[in-house]
């Protein structure tokens, strides 16, 4: 009978510090709104729980990188718009000076606008950001991309461009360097540019020059000579004659593909060049503009030359101006992008801070009725052991 009290007592208190350790866990709970605060607590969901804290931390730093990309790409799209106004107000400026004589004042006064502009658009070219750093430098954001000197621009960046991780798998690039934006265009039509040579005595001006077909172009060079002012004879690198034929005011010179419009009378041994598309910045070309507003206009075959400078000013204004607005249209799908990408982060972060939550968080209102259980059940476990140790077989003889 004594071993067996004293069994029975040993499970008793076995059985209470147990309960005691329980009802401890559960106040825990519901002191510090955590299930566990220990991983030893739940190994499972601790382990869970930190693989989901990796995962929401990841798609925090993933909503900043795409804030940063989306405010900068904001300030690239104001100064995309700024710019190709520029663009737009020199393209209206080289009309007005081709349409119709205009005198040494008002060809000044073009001039004189066109220069303006020129300075708006490199300062277009120089603008900033929200952090202080230049938008258009490419990755050497703290350099000054385009400096103005001895009637040049000259970029001092470079073509690389910063990339900002918005999920696991995607990157999406904060802006764009100045030589895609504002050097590398392709003068002409983009393919092949025509350009009067010098000297020419005639009056024969240049209109518009496309590819009639592709499969016949070659991207040689070639000079279009009118051997009489009613003749014409393309020639090759070399001088050699590949195409010839003859011409009134109005045909189309047309040769490997290509097809050249041409006004006026041209005099023997008038010469047009035909180059295949180079690069040339949208400040070069507003600076040819102005070396071809400077010239003299005082004969016949002076007033075609102007024009044929003003032709090939208005080719290339329109070429940067694409280019501008091209960019500009690669900016608003990246904005689309991050946007869309930010709202799929945030419908995985809540879900994700859901199943956190599921793992983690105290469910009060169960541990509040748990908690009343084990109460109940330890106190009825205690009365129940002292009455039943107050018994003796002398209460029952």
Do not use: C, H
């Not at 869970?48 to 990796?54: D, G, K, R």
């Not at 900043?64 to 393209?91: D, P, Q």
């Not at 230049?134 to 461009?161: C, E, K």
């Amino acid at each position: 009978m004594r071993v067996a009290f004293l069994s029975e007592r040993a499970s008793y208190l076995d059985a209470v510090s147990q309960s005691q350790s329980a009802i401890a866990r559960t106040q825990e709970q519901i002191a510090t709104g955590r299930k566990f605060t220990t991983a030893g607590q739940d190994p499972v969901a601790a382990t869970q729980s930190l693989s989901i804290e990796t995962l929401l931390a990841n798609y925090e730093r993933y909503d900043r990188n795409a804030t940063l990309a989306a405010n900068r790409l904001g300030f690239e799209e104001t100064a995309l718009k700024g710019a190709n106004e520029v663009l737009m107000r020199v393209r209206e400026l080289v009309l007005q000076a081709a349409n119709g004589p205009q005198s040494a004042e008002a060809r000044a006064a073009i001039a004189a606008e066109v220069r303006e502009r020129l300075d708006e658009l490199v300062a277009t070219a120089n603008t900033r950001d929200g952090n202080g750093e230049y938008l258009f430098a490419g990755s050497a954001t703290r350099t000054q991309p385009f400096v103005q000197s001895g009637g040049a621009v000259a970029y001092q960046g470079d073509q690389g461009r910063r990339l900002q991780q918005i999920a696991e798998d995607q990157f999406v690039a904060d802006g764009d360097s100045g030589a895609a934006v504002f050097e590398l265009i392709r003068n002409g039509n983009g393919t092949f540019n025509v350009t009067q040579a010098a000297g020419n005595a005639g009056t024969a001006r240049m209109g518009e020059f496309t590819v009639t077909d592709a499969s016949q172009y070659d991207a040689g060079s070639y000079r279009i000579v009118f051997t009489a002012p009613d003749a014409w004879e393309a020639r090759d690198a070399s001088n050699a004659v590949v195409a010839g034929g003859a011409y009134q005011p109005g045909d189309a010179v047309s040769f490997r593909g290509m097809s050249i419009e041409f006004a006026g009378t041209p005099a023997a041994g008038d010469t047009f060049n035909v180059e295949p598309s180079a690069n040339q910045s949208a400040f070069a070309t507003i600076e040819r503009l102005l070396a071809a507003l400077a010239r003299p206009d005082g004969t016949s075959a002076d007033r075609a030359a102007l024009s044929n400078e003003l032709s090939n000013a208005l080719v290339d204004i329109d070429q940067a101006i694409g280019n501008v607005l091209d960019v500009r249209a690669g900016v608003g799908a990246r904005l689309s992008a991050i946007e869309s990408r930010q709202s799929q982060n945030q419908d995985a972060t809540l879900e994700l801070k859901g199943a956190l939550s599921g793992l983690r968080d105290t469910d009060y209102a169960a541990a509040l009725t748990l908690l009343e259980q084990q109460l109940t059940a330890l106190e009825a476990a205690q009365k129940s052991y002292v009455r039943a140790e107050g018994l003796s077989l002398f209460d029952y003889l």
